[in-house]
């Protein structure tokens, strides 16, 4: 029955529908992805965006046969891919990338795995990631992991001589962003701090949201920085996208950011094709303020010129694109909020030069990442952060081609956050990026969203947790003087704290008014 589905492009929806009328099963399903994800696993795969099978997942789809999808269970025999940095109480291993945790386990489901599997959902596996959402070493290439090797971009899937990916797969939610490209899943979860939501969703051609920090809980998550992390969704339509945050976004007693959560009963009632009339969006650049464009000079031709189809098409829906500025951007991570670490990666371009990392990343790792490998990690000797840095230098030529600086850095820390350079730092990203930054700039411009290229924003939306939607917005090609073949680009629709609605309505009738997704030219795992 499945054969008639075209996998390597249907959407979540489309697959829901087909179970629902009983033209496939979730068995069905399941051994079809699997076959697919398969060549992953074998000497030279091409993505290796896959890390682990989930062996548990023809059992689990098996029992979900002649189950419909439904309200209460939306996800109904539905396979889906969840990152390795996310617990699953089940034979799977919880790993992060790193040769230290391999064998390890969890000791339950991360509430976002409970959630899945509560709303149906068959958890096919584990999504390989750049190493420890790439807190480990400076400029190590997106999607590497000593574990579970390169991830290569979907689209563009060339490496150079060294084995680093010719176009980058994106942040280091890679591999769940390069599963659901290939048609590897029905749809992925991800993890973002700063840009691994949307840098790999922009790369790869997908939808995403990067939610408000307290809408999905981060209980059993491996943690890089408390003031910033969430999970989401990514998947290939924004209706997709939607319909998982329906289950994603909930409170939940294990993480205390989502005791004030705002959500609607129904996030799919805000998907509106006519959704763009009326709309203020913001657009950060003006050519007679050149010293604060710092979001779309750096653009290249093709881009540039994909963004502006992206202007063109909103205005002729009837947004009114407001083009500005903004002036807190010059400062925003400057002193006082980022620090100098000296790096010793030896393949980097600036070895032995001091690297500027946030404070905030490198204080929260190591209070967070200890908290969890005590109360989540299992059948492993490693317990903290110490271990990890002993088991890497013990292992060097497995585990450190790229080095481990940034893990160094983080263990010089008390690890109790008690130190005032933290505390001021902490206060100093939330007052640029959001009381002065995005919060000043949509007060003084009455937006009801600003538009960024690709994950550009990133850094500025995650600072102070606020939420991002982002939908195919194009191609472009060419890395320097380097030719490549096509490759995509998002446009990203940032908002204010709990503002997901509007940032969907916006994004879906963007994505129904431009129809630019296009799959990878193979789908070759």
Request: aromatic letters at 6%; one cysteine or more; hydrophobic letters at 45%.
């Amino acid at each position: 029955m499945t054969a008639a589905i075209d996998l390597a492009d249907a959407s979540l929806a489309d697959l829901r529908y087909a179970l629902a009328l009983g033209r496939t099963t979730s068995s069905a399903l399941t051994r079809a992805y699997i076959a697919r994800i398969e060549p992953c696993h074998r000497a030279g795969a091409v993505l290796t965006s896959v890390r682990e099978v989930n062996p548990d997942a023809l059992a689990a789809a098996a029992a979900l046969d002649g189950v419909r999808p439904s309200a209460d269970l939306p996800l109904a025999g539905l396979p889906i891919l969840v990152k390795d940095n996310i617990a699953t109480g089940d034979r799977q291993h919880l790993t992060a990338g790193s040769l230290a945790l391999e064998g390890a386990r969890a000791k339950a489901d991360a509430t976002v795995v409970a959630r899945l599997r509560d709303a149906g959902a068959v958890i096919l596996g584990k999504a390989n990631l750049t190493e420890f959402a790439n807190i480990l070493a400076i400029d190590m290439p997106s999607g590497y992991s000593s574990l579970g090797g390169q991830v290569n971009n979907a689209y563009v899937p060339l490496s150079n001589a060294k084995g680093v990916p010719v176009v980058t797969p994106g942040g280091s939610s890679s591999g769940s962003a390069v599963a659901v490209a290939a048609g590897l899943c029905a749809a992925a979860i991800g993890t973002e701090t700063s840009g691994s939501l949307l840098n790999p969703a922009s790369q790869n051609g997908l939808v995403t949201i990067k939610p408000t920090v307290g809408l999905v809980s981060r209980a059993g998550i491996l943690p890089i920085s408390h003031s910033q992390d969430t999970a989401g969704p990514m998947t290939r339509t924004v209706r997709d996208a939607a319909i998982l945050l329906n289950v994603l976004a909930a409170p939940d007693p294990a993480d205390p950011a989502t005791a004030t959560q705002q959500r609607p009963p129904d996030y799919t009632v805000f998907l509106d094709k006519d959704g763009l009339k009326g709309a203020r969006i913001g657009m950060p650049s003006d050519a007679a303020d050149p010293a604060n464009d710092v979001y779309y000079k750096p653009q290249t031709e093709r881009t540039r010129a994909a963004m502006q189809a992206v202007v063109e098409t909103l205005e002729t829906a009837g947004a009114t694109i407001v083009r500005a500025s903004m002036p807190t951007i010059g400062w925003m991570g400057g002193p006082g909020t980022s620090m100098a670490v000296l790096n010793t990666n030896p393949e980097s371009a600036t070895l032995y030069k001091p690297a500027s990392r946030p404070i905030v990343f490198i204080y929260e790792l190591k209070y967070g990442l200890n908290r969890y490998l005590r109360d989540w990690v299992t059948e492993t000797p490693i317990g903290t952060l110490a271990d990890i840095v002993a088991f890497n230098r013990a292992d060097a030529a497995r585990a450190l081609r790229f080095g481990q600086d940034l893990f160094l850095a983080a263990e010089a820390t008390r690890g109790d956050l008690t130190e005032i350079e933290y505390r001021a730092a902490r206060a100093m990203d939330l007052r640029s990026a959001g009381t002065l930054g995005l919060d000043a700039y949509m007060d003084a411009h009455r937006l009801d969203a600003v538009l960024f290229p690709g994950a550009a924003g990133a850094a500025i939306a995650a600072k102070p947790g606020y939420p991002s939607v982002q939908v195919p917005a194009g191609f472009t090609a060419g890395i320097g003087d380097t030719d490549t073949p096509d490759y995509p680009i998002g446009a990203t629709f940032t908002g204010r704290a709990w503002s997901e609605p509007a940032l969907l309505r916006l994004a879906y009738a963007y994505e129904q008014a431009s129809q630019l997704r296009r799959p990878p030219p193979s789908n070759a795992a």
